[in-house]
């Protein structure tokens, strides 16, 4: 195994850095990223956050505090911070060169609404108004479901959850089990092979 192809969330990759640009286009958006090896998607922008990205949703309500949950480099991150000016963003990873690069990108885009960091240094008394996630589906399906649920407690009661996920790695399954532990998750769009997952606390819901 060439070392560029460590796992990407472990704490410290030892790949040889090997900095490159790639570019997030969007309708409204057009940021230049750095990467390095030892990071997820580090040739180009992932397809499902792309995908992720372009419906830009839309809420009657100021966000006060959004979430990128395993931040990468920080392509969903940047892209909430430009659109959400007013809204301070957390871009949280294990992956400490993915956490400096994010930093980095907020700042050579002027981006400056971007707080990117390990998730044991948000503050307990911080709630979300959204949490928006390529999630890392490869980490295995138990620390997977553990992390969905403690980050999701985390949102305010009116807040949601926006998720990308390739059908071939479960996302399907993923959705209905996110229902049956009190999150309605429905599936607002599938292209190729990605599906866009929406999930908010089911009313009235008690965990048995």
């Known amino acids: ?7 990407y969330w472990v704490s410290n ?7 490159k640009e790639v570019e997030l286009l969007l309708p409204d958006i057009h940021l230049t990223l750095m990467t390095d090896r030892g990071v997820f998607s580090a040739n180009q922008v992932d397809k499902g956050t792309r995908y ?3 419906d830009e949703l839309k809420t009657t309500e100021m966000p006060r505090n959004l979430l990128d949950l395993g931040c990468g480099y920080g392509p969903i991150a940047c892209a909430l ?9 957390w871009a949280i990873d294990t992956n400490l060169r993915a956490i400096d690069l994010c930093r980095i990108n907020a700042e050579k885009n002027g981006i400056k609404n971007v707080f990117a960091c390990l998730p044991k240094e948000i503050p307990e008394d911080i709630y979300f108004d959204a949490i928006w996630s390529n ?3 490869r980490i295995g399906k138990e620390p997977l479901h553990d992390l969905l649920l403690e980050w999701l407690s985390r949102l305010t009661s009116r807040g949601s ?4 996920v390739q059908r ?3 996302a399907d399954s993923l959705a209905k089990w996110l229902g049956s532990k009190g999150w ?7 292209r190729k092979g990605f599906r866009l997952l929406d999930t908010t606390r089911k009313v009235g819901y008690e965990e048995s």
């Open 184 to 190: 309605e998750t429905t599936r607002r769009s599938s």
């Open 52 to 54: 992720l990205l372009m």
């Open 13 to 19: 990759p030892n790949s040889t850095s090997r900095q």
């Open 135 to 137: 999630p890392p589906i």
């Open 1 to 7: 195994m060439d070392d560029s192809d460590q796992h």
């Open 168 to 170: 071939h790695l479960g």
């Open 81 to 89: 911070g430009r659109r959400n000016p007013e809204a301070k963003v």
């Open 161 to 164: 959850g926006h998720f990308v």
